[in-house]
C-alpha cells in the first residue's frame, strides 16, 4: 500500500517538476552565450532526480521480479 502510493507521490513530483522547468524557460529564457537562471537549474537536477532514482528502482524490481523463483 505505502509503495504505491510513494510511486504516486514520485510520478506527481516529477509531473510537477517538469510543468514549473518549462514554465520558468519560458517566462525567463536564458540569452544565448548566458547560463539558465539558477532557480531553473535547481528544478532541472531536482527533476533528473525525481525521475532517475525512481526509473533505477523500477529497473531493479523488475529485475528481482525475473529471478528464478525455488
Known sequence: MIF????????????????LSKLLAALNPPR????????????????????LIPAVLAVLLLLLAMLPGP
Not at 4 to 19: E, M, N, P, Q, Y
Open 4 to 19: 504505491k502510493w510513494a510511486l504516486i507521490l514520485f510520478g506527481t513530483l516529477a509531473i510537477g517538476l517538469l510543468v
Open 32 to 51: 544565448p552565450g548566458r547560463r539558465p537562471s539558477a532557480i531553473l537549474r535547481q528544478v532541472e537536477r531536482a527533476l533528473r532526480w525525481s525521475v
